[in-house]
Structure formats: C-alpha cells, structure tokens
C-alpha cells in the first residue's frame, strides 16, 4: 500500500509564491511503520503559539489523529507563516493550503456577503449570544454558505473574542475621543467603515506590520480580542485598552474543497466531528483565557476602559448597517430576535 501525503512544507513553498496550483497529494512510497500517517495536512494560524486560537488548533489536529487512529495528521504553522487571510484564502482556493482559520469579516470581503450579518458593529448583545447563534440552524445556515461561495468548506465556528480598541498616546473613554485618530484596520472594508462611522481614519495594514506601526507612530491604534492584543504584545506600544465590544468576530475552521474532495469519506467526517469538538473546547477555553488576559494586561500596567457613552457607539453604526445589512435585514432581525 502507498501512502498519500498533503505535505506542510510543500503547501509553505506554494503559499510562499514559489509555486502555483495544486500538486501537494502524491505518493511517499511503500508503506513504513505502522505509527506513520498516511496524510498530512497543513494548518495555518496567524497567532503565535500559546494563544487560544493556536491551542483550539492544536485540539482539533489532535483529534483528527484520535479518530483516525493516526492516519491523518494535521501541522499546525502559527504566527502568520503561511500568510496573512487573503493569502490563505487564494492558497486554499489552489488547494496549496488545506486548513485554516479563518476570520469570519475577511470572509465577506472575499466573496461570502452573507457572513456579514455575523460581523456587523454591536449586532450581538453579549458573549451568550453570540453562541446560541452561531449553534443555531441560522448560524448552520450562515457558514454552509461559503462553500456556495468560495472554494473552501466551513467547519465550525470559533469564538475569537470580543474586538475592542487600543490607542498608544492617550486613552479613549468617550466617542468623541475616537476622533481624528488613525486606527489600523484588516483590509475588509467593513472594518474600516465602522472606525470612519466612530469619527476616526481607517488605516489599512498588514496584521504582521502592525507593532512596528504603532511603535513608529504612523498609527494611533487599532482592535484586537484581549488575548490577541496581550499575546501580540501590543500593550507594549499601545497600553489603553477600551472595552467597547463593536464585533464578537467568529473564527471558522476551514478546508480546502480541494482537498476535501481528494479525502476518503471516513476521514472527512473526522475532520467535521474534530471541528465539532473543537467549537466546544473553544467556547470554553476563550472565557478563561479571556479573564487570564485580562489580569496580566492589568499587571503590566494596562490602562483597560469602559466607554461612559455605550449607546453613543452603537447609535454611529446606522451608516455600517444601511450599505453591509440592506440585503440581509430579516437576518439580521433573526439574529437579533434569537435568546
């Protein structure tokens, strides 16, 4: 018997722009020891490890191996090695990338409009919320629509935690603080409509450029979940940190249609009950790293913020949600009616 491989580092070379295309199933040779996989697929995370979202990761693959009895295996690439979501997302559309978590407001912006009732400013009222949504028949509905959408398949959600904003040189307790200031957002458009909508300028850059920029000056601030912000150090360089929860962005756990459609069936439903799994370790683990991040923010010497004028913020989303929810009221009216 020969085995087939999905190999890491050759997805790494594609995704690195040293090849195009999908060329990562072939054969390794004769059959080895009986602890070697048969398949090995490659999973790209943009937080470093240690970070929540990295060990959800690390649960899943393990899983995979569980009810595969080893046979497929799962590497995990962290800190943003195989790219940023945009690059990730066209190297899973050539299949040179099998899995990946994806964020849910990146999404929108490459094809999915749909996820947009998800990520939509101040649309979920809390943390509970948000889950009984995503495990809703609506939330089902929301993420089998990407593959309709796009060249990968969503697995499950994943709770990367509430988004808030930081800022470098003075802290932000009002709506009127936020104004003039050059905050750093995702190139999905929506983001950078919301920070406008708040009164300030939306910067476009890079997620692994983002330190150096607001160590230099060239941003004031950005937004980040808590446990990004402490595990990214940006508290280092930006140390006022406003609760304002504007999205609870959910992850998705994705898989190239490539290479699901190149998996045998028993080890495509692994892979969807390894999701399944995960989504639940995940929604467990986000909350306690959530209030870990929190007390060592608070060591550092974080100035951490409640805005005075909550309903100040959700009242400036009405242009956010006139050009991105038109087309999805009634969902969003479901989302909203959902307790």
Request: proline share 4%; hydrophobic share 40%; charged share 25%.
């Amino acid at each position: 018997m020969k085995k087939q491989w999905l190999i890491g580092a050759a997805a790494a070379a594609l995704i690195a722009g040293l090849a195009g295309g999908y060329g990562i199933l072939g054969n390794k040779g004769a059959a080895g020891a009986d602890n070697e996989p048969e398949i090995v697929l490659c999973y790209g995370e943009v937080n470093p490890e240690g970070h929540v979202l990295t060990d959800s990761a690390q649960y899943f693959a393990d899983r995979v191996s569980e009810l595969t009895g080893g046979k497929v295996m799962v590497e995990i690439y962290p800190s943003g090695q195989l790219g940023d979501d945009a690059r990730c997302y066209q190297s899973m559309e050539m299949g040179a990338l099998d899995l990946y978590r994806g964020n849910s407001m990146s999404l929108v912006d490459s094809g999915n409009p749909m996820m947009s009732a998800l990520v939509l400013p101040y649309v979920f009222r809390d943390r509970e919320h948000f889950w009984k949504v995503c495990s809703s028949d609506l939330g089902r509905e929301i993420l089998d629509n990407i593959q309709d959408c796009t060249g990968m398949i969503g697995l499950a959600y994943l709770d990367e935690g509430a988004r808030n904003f930081f800022t470098a040189d003075r802290p932000v307790r009002r709506l009127e603080d936020m104004k003039g200031l050059k905050i750093r957002v995702q190139v999905a458009s929506m983001m950078g409509d919301t920070v406008e909508a708040l009164g300030a300028e939306a910067v476009p850059i890079a997620y692994a450029e983002l330190y150096t920029a607001l160590e230099s000056g060239t941003i004031d601030g950005a937004e980040n979940p808590p446990v990004s912000y402490y595990y990214n150090k940006f508290y280092k360089v930006a140390p006022y940190y406003v609760k304002d929860r504007h999205t609870y962005t959910p992850g998705v756990i994705l898989v190239s249609k490539i290479t699901w459609k190149n998996l045998k069936k028993e080890y495509q439903d692994a892979l969807v009950q390894a999701a399944k799994e995960t989504q639940e370790y995940n929604r467990t683990a986000i909350e306690e790293a959530d209030q870990k991040a929190y007390e060592a923010l608070e060591k550092e010497g974080v100035t951490i913020l409640e805005p005075e004028d909550p309903q100040a913020w959700s009242q400036a989303m009405e242009p956010v949600y006139r050009k991105y929810g038109g087309e999805y009221l009634d969902l969003i009216e479901k989302i909203r009616q959902i307790r």
